[in-house]
């Protein structure tokens, strides 16, 4: 698996996302779960507004069968988190993601990632073809794995 990249000038795409009082734990930082939840933000503000993915009335949808996170530093309560995305790799019916958040103003990643979709039936779960305009949105995104 390629590993995310740590420098902001890998990725292309940013979300800022802004912590909530509710995502800091009894330790004082962003409890280690809340981070998968900005993967999945970035992830599918990105989908839905670029490549039309239909979250409500679609006939396919992403599932995640796999999800990573590497914690280098914490964030806090509160503080706006600049999400950034890229595309490792697309098959026909999977995209793996990486992910890169940072505290806003640093060049390296706070917290890096990937994240697996794999597009199926709404009806039936299994997977399709990714949709065109998915598969159009996130080509731009796509780094080479040097």
Known sequence: MQQAPAERKAYSHFLSIPTRWMDN????????????????????????????????NGKVVGVCP????????????????????????????????LVGLFKQGAEQAAALGHFVHVFVGREDMRPVPMPDGIRGCLEPLLISSE
Not at 26 to 55: A, K, M, P, Q
Not at 67 to 96: H, N, W, Y
């Open 25 to 56: 734990d009894i330790y004082g930082h962003v409890n280690n779960v809340v981070y998968y939840s900005y993967f999945d933000t970035v992830i599918n503000e990105y989908l839905i507004r670029e490549g039309g993915l239909d979250i409500h």
């Open 66 to 97: 796999e999800s990573f996170c590497q914690f280098k530093d914490s964030f806090v309560f509160p503080e706006t988190i600049d999400a950034g995305l890229a595309v490792a790799k697309m098959g026909r019916s999977s995209v793996t993601y």
